[in-house]
């Protein structure tokens, strides 16, 4: 079970998120991006779930500059509530919730003592994505987004991965999954708009 800390961006805007700590010292740590639905109960269980395979995981608020405290579910109302917020965020002036993102690595690596990776669902798979191509700190990412025909693999540029990296990518690799429409959504509690598959099922991580 995490809790909600607050981080502060760049340009003095305090985020909340959701940190799961895991037992021990962390391996590394995992920043997990929100689909259009919030910082919701399955975005932290993802978390926690991470916590639980001995990382630290960090799930930033991306809606707070628009709308603070967004928990949505699955219906329908709660999809176009969502898409509203996600249009707004994505009009904010540059770099808008990137600066968010960042103030998340940097306390991922912190507070973990490790190398961190960023995973995200639907939207979010689009802000990891932007987090490889402009941000700084990270050494993993996997941005799922767009369904099956749109995945996207994107690993760390090194070409010689520590076996730290290659075990965050297996636990990535492993948690990772979507509907037909690409959305990291949780399975149990919500309505699937198709059926439901793992990117990868990867071994229990060896370090």
Known sequence: MGTMIELQSADGTVVPAYEARPVGTPKGAVVVIQEIFGVNSHIRA????YAAEGYLAVAPAAFHRVKPGVELGYADADMGEGFGYKTAAEALPAPGVMQDIQ??????AQSSGGKVGIVGYCWGGLLTWRAACTLSGL?????????ALLRWRCHHRSRNRSSASRACHGALCRRGQVDSFGHGRDFQNG?????????CRAPRLQL
Do not use: K, M, T, W
């Open 46 to 49: 993802v978390a926690d779930g």
């Open 103 to 108: 103030a998340a690595i940097d306390h991922a």
């Open 139 to 147: 050494h993993f990412v996997r941005p799922e987004r767009g369904g």
């Open 191 to 199: 309505p699937s708009f198709g059926p439901g598959v793992h990117l």
